[in-house]
């Protein structure tokens, strides 16, 4: 079985914790993504910004977004997999933490995501169907 690299979308964008949500939103629109990866000054990850975290958790709540930063989002530990574990094991903790898009990172340096699309190209449909089914689980 592949690699979470053979997996990845390469070039992962980070929006900078100090960056603005508006300026996050900005990066997200000229990208055509609906989420980004949240990097510190050091470029370590630090968490996962998306869309949605941006109108539940900053406009719906009255905060300007312009002064909330991608970094007061940043929420705990962030799920990551390793670019050299299996495509197996990429499956297993996509599911396991019911995210859709999931940071790869080598050593500490972030090299790709992979995204529930990048599974359904990849990988045969049976695999995608038990993918989606475990991800969306509530």
């Known amino acids: 079985m592949a690699t ?6 390469e070039g992962a964008e980070c929006v900078n914790s100090t960056e ?10 000229d990208l055509d993504v609906g989420a980004l990866p949240i990097c510190g000054e050091d470029q370590r990850l630090k968490g996962m ?4 975290d941006i109108v539940v958790k900053c406009l719906a709540e009255g905060n300007d977004p312009n002064s909330v930063t991608a970094g007061d989002l940043a929420q705990g530990k962030p799920v990551t997999i390793g670019a050299d574990d299996s495509a ?20 500490h340096q972030l090299v790709g995501i992979v995204a529930q699309a990048d599974v359904a190209r990849a990988l045969p449909n049976e695999v995608v169907g038990h993918v989606l089914e475990e991800v969306s689980e509530t």
């Open 88 to 107: 197996e094991e990429t499956l297993r903790t996509m599911a396991k933490h019911q995210v859709r898009r999931l940071p790869v990172i080598d050593g």
């Open 49 to 52: 910004l998306t869309d949605r």
């Open 4 to 9: 979470a690299r053979e997996l990845m979308t």
């Open 20 to 29: 603005s949500l508006v300026e996050a939103a900005r990066k997200m629109r």
